[in-house]
């Protein structure tokens, strides 16, 4: 059956830095574009990055460009999500989700706290 597997998240300071991965399983990886979004606490979930099928094609959110960095790799089904200079507000649930027309798979969720 399809999977995402989040991993990754946990506690950091403000100012660090964490990689968060998504393993596919049960779907050809390769035929969807992959994005990660988050949910903070009483917040709506917000796309906060997306790589396309070839990984040759990036966008994100204006309050984490130049801070993360979205990857894939299409030979071990996996997308990551790198995040640098992290701020309190990054704090949320990360979510991965892989997506084409008709058709989307989310993951289960990986909590980022960015706190002192």
């Known amino acids: 059956q399809v999977q995402l597997v989040e991993s990754g998240g946990g506690l950091v300071q403000p100012g660090g830095s964490l990689r968060l991965s998504c393993a596919a399983s049960?779907?050809?990886?390769?035929?969807?574009?992959m994005n990660w979004y988050r949910q903070a606490p009483g917040k709506e979930r917000e796309l906060v990055a997306a790589?396309?099928?070839?990984?040759?094609?990036?966008n994100y959110r204006d309050s984490v460009r130049g801070r993360f960095t979205i990857s894939r790799d299409n030979a071990k089904a996996t997308v990551y999500l790198h995040m640098n200079r992290l701020k309190p507000e990054d704090t949320a649930v990360y979510y991965c989700?892989?997506?084409?027309?008709?058709?989307?798979?989310w993951g289960q969720g990986t909590q980022v706290t960015v706190s002192s």
């Open positions: 989700n892989a997506h084409r027309t008709h058709d989307d798979h």
């Open positions: 790589v396309s099928r070839t990984g040759a094609s990036t």
């Open positions: 049960g779907f050809t990886f390769s035929s969807y574009g």
